[in-house]
Nanobody, 126 residues
Framework: QVKLAESGGGSVQAGGSLTLSCAISGNTAYNYCMRWFRQVPGQEREGITT??????TTYADSVKGRFTTSKPYTNQLILQMDDLRPEDTAWYTC?????????????????????WGQGTQVTVSS
C-alpha cells in the first residue's frame, strides 16, 4: 500500500514562491510515475508536472519556467513554485502509480493514477 500526503500549501502574494512536499509512505523503493495536479472548483483537474521512472520531468505550458518538480529522496516529491500568479490559485494534489506494461500511456498523459494524496490549497493574491 502506498500513501501520499501533501504539505506546504498556503497563501502568498503574486510574484512569491511556495514549496509543496508530497510524503510517500509504503513501498518507497519503486520509481513510480508521479504527477502533480491542480483543480479549481468548477473546472477540470489539470496535470501540471510529471516525474517519470527515469527521472525525466515534464511540465504543462501553464507552469513551464516557473514550477520545478523533483524527487530528492525516495520518499519525497517536491513542487517548487516560483513567480506565482493569481491564476495558480487551486487545490494541489500529488499522485503516483506503478508501471504495469509496455502498453501503458506515458506517465505525462496518465490521469487515472492509483494513489492520491488529500491535497493542499494554494492561494495567490494580486
Amino acid at each position: 500500500q502506498v500513501k501520499l500526503a501533501e504539505s506546504g500549501g498556503g497563501s502568498v502574494q503574486a510574484g512569491g514562491s511556495l514549496t509543496l512536499s508530497c510524503a510517500i509512505s509504503g513501498n518507497t523503493a519503486y520509481n513510480y510515475c508521479m504527477r502533480w495536479f491542480r483543480q479549481v472548483p468548477g473546472q477540470e483537474r489539470e496535470g501540471i508536472t510529471t516525474i517519470d521512472r527515469d527521472g525525466t520531468t515534464t511540465y504543462a505550458d501553464s507552469v513551464k519556467g516557473r514550477f520545478t518538480t523533483s524527487k530528492p529522496y525516495t520518499n519525497q516529491l517536491i513542487l517548487q513554485m516560483d513567480d506565482l500568479r493569481p491564476e495558480d490559485t487551486a487545490w494541489y494534489t500529488c499522485a503516483a502509480d506503478w508501471y504495469y506494461s509496455d502498453d501503458d500511456k506515458p506517465c505525462s498523459r496518465r490521469t487515472d493514477l492509483a494513489y492520491w494524496g488529500q491535497g493542499t490549497q494554494v492561494t495567490v493574491s494580486s
